[in-house]
């Protein structure tokens, strides 16, 4: 089979797969509900607890900002694949002549959607209850690639955990300290952004190499990952 023969037949993998998981969430929205509703709290615990002054609101609110995108994803990370799993959904689907590149392919974009659709809707409130600019266009390359990170790192632990009963515990032990640097980078280039300053060190360059390096170890060993 030609090269072009198999990236026709791996899209369509990943189209399948992805469809089914939409109409799946669609039906039932538990993934969206949970975490609209956690960054929604963490927005209101955070501007509540602290003296948001002039001064100090670019020091608190990406912070907050990023609190609430990581604990909210990682809410909707841990159900996706542990929700097919209890089902049984995910044991045929592994029965099926499936590339299991595919399978990641297709779950790293819905979590990617599902994670997208949630800051839609949390960054004009979180706008107006922190009183800070929306950036127009500049805060996307952020929160995209950061929100690419965790999804990366979240996907994968999540097909690791999923069989495991303490699979709640688990996923936040094994992703937290990797995404260390998303998170970082994240916050850093948020808060730069808000007062203006030049990104020294390059924040979004590391956000990128986070995400290249990350998603190739992830494609490598998902398959193995995924039978166990």
């Known amino acids: 089979m030609s090269t072009l023969s198999t990236l026709?037949?791996?899209?369509?993998?990943?189209l399948a797969i992805l469809g089914k998981d939409i109409r799946y969430e669609l039906r039932s929205k538990q993934t969206w509900l949970g975490m609209g509703l956690f960054a929604l709290l963490v927005f209101v615990i955070f501007n509540f607890a602290f003296d948001l002054r002039v001064e100090n609101r670019a020091a608190v609110a990406p912070g907050a900002l990023w609190v609430a995108f990581v604990f909210a994803s990682l809410l909707g990370l841990g159900r996706t694949i542990a929700a097919e799993r209890e089902?049984?959904?995910?044991?045929?689907?592994?029965?099926?002549?499936?590339?299991?590149?595919?399978?990641?392919?297709?779950?790293?974009?819905?979590?990617?959607?599902?994670?997208?659709?949630?800051?839609?809707?949390?960054?004009?409130?979180?706008?107006?209850?922190?009183?800070?600019p929306l950036f127009s266009g500049e805060l996307l390359p952020i929160v995209l690639l950061g929100t690419l990170g965790?999804?990366?790192?979240?996907?994968?632990?999540?097909?690791?955990?999923?069989?495991?009963?303490?699979?709640?515990?688990l996923l936040p032990l094994l992703v937290f300290p990797l995404i260390v640097p998303v998170v970082i980078a994240a916050v850093r280039a948020t808060g730069a952004l808000m007062i203006a300053a030049p990104d020294e060190p390059p924040w979004l360059g590391l956000l990128t190499a986070f995400d290249v390096i990350f998603f190739s170890l992830a494609l490598?060993?998902?398959?193995?990952?995924?039978?166990e």
């Open 150 to 169: 965790v999804a990366i790192i979240g996907t994968l632990f999540s097909a690791m955990t999923a069989a495991t009963r303490a699979r709640e515990l």
């Open 87 to 132: 089902g049984g959904s995910l044991d045929r689907l592994l029965l099926c002549p499936v590339d299991r590149r595919a399978i990641y392919l297709a779950k790293l974009l819905g979590n990617l959607l599902f994670i997208g659709v949630v800051e839609l809707v949390a960054l004009p409130i979180f706008a107006a209850l922190f009183s800070v």
């Open 220 to 227: 490598l060993t998902f398959s193995y990952v995924i039978e």
């Open 8 to 14: 026709r037949l791996l899209c369509s993998q990943v």
